[in-house]
């Protein structure tokens, strides 16, 4: 089965799949800028509102929005025993529940005088649990295979990268000073799906289709930091892209 990202979760109510939506982007979004304790912080977030999916779906009705449980932790363990669900719905999803919030509690997230800093170990283990619950919502919203899920999510987050600028459908690269290559790494990295050939050309306000095409777009894709699809001329970010435009933005944000 193959599902749209924009279709991803749309059998849930408007506002609980905003409130999902936007816990999930404000964490990965703050892991991408670097930003350890906001990332772990914002896990709370996902947690009331993955509850409250899993509860409406056991329970036969989605609320509208997301609500915060009396005691989240007694809340999730007691899934276990008072639903009739599949065991992702009644035991792995709140299991993870609890470890996410735990941190969010207390690993000194949230907390001033807490005994251990907020750190990117935190911040890392946070945006892979809240990965997992997204494609575990997905799955079994969906009855998509665990990697067709894991695809839509990737597809779902929006990857908010200080160093561009976006309105509307214009992007722009704020750092002055970069090669066209690194301007190209950074626009990519913001977008989570296939960017066209002609976006990139107008972001990054190059004037020569040919000459960006035979010297950023092909000799890019040779060396793997990109998958060009010139038949179609659209153009995909690749693990030694995410990896190259990652340490750009940390070395800009170091200065």
């Known amino acids: 089965m193959t599902l749209a990202p924009s279709d991803a979760l749309k059998v849930l109510p408007a506002g609980l799949r905003k409130d999902l939506l936007d816990a999930f982007n404000e964490i990965v979004g703050n892991y991408g800028q670097r930003r350890w304790e906001p990332a772990a912080l914002n ?24 609500s915060k449980p009396k005691n989240m932790v007694n809340a999730c363990l007691a899934m276990e025993h008072e639903v009739a669900q599949s065991r992702a719905v009644r035991i792995q999803i709140p299991r993870m529940l609890v470890a996410l919030y735990e941190i969010r509690n207390n690993r000194g997230v949230g907390h001033a005088g807490g005994e251990i800093d907020p750190n990117e170990m935190d911040a890392t283990a946070v945006l ?73 050309l107008w972001w990054v306000e190059h004037k020569n ?8 777009l092909r000799p890019g894709h040779r060396d793997r930091l990109w998958e060009y699809d010139e038949s179609r001329h659209i153009v995909r970010l690749l693990p030694p892209g995410i990896e190259a435009a990652e340490k750009i933005v940390r070395i800009a944000s170091e200065k």
């Open 43 to 66: 896990g709370g977030k996902l947690c009331e509102a993955v509850y409250t999916i899993i509860r409406g779906k056991a329970d036969g009705a989605y609320p509208s929005r997301s």
């Open 128 to 200: 892979y649990m809240s990965k997992w619950l997204m494609a575990d919502l997905v799955r079994i919203l969906h009855t998509l295979t665990t990697t067709e899920a894991a695809d839509v999510v990737e597809a779902l987050a929006e990857r908010q990268i200080g160093l561009v600028w976006r309105y509307e459908d214009k992007k722009r690269v704020l750092k002055a000073g970069l090669t066209w290559k690194q301007s190209t790494l950074l626009l990519l990295l913001s977008e989570t799906g296939d960017t066209t050939e002609s976006d990139l």
């Open 209 to 216: 289709a040919a000459v960006f095409r035979r010297d950023i």
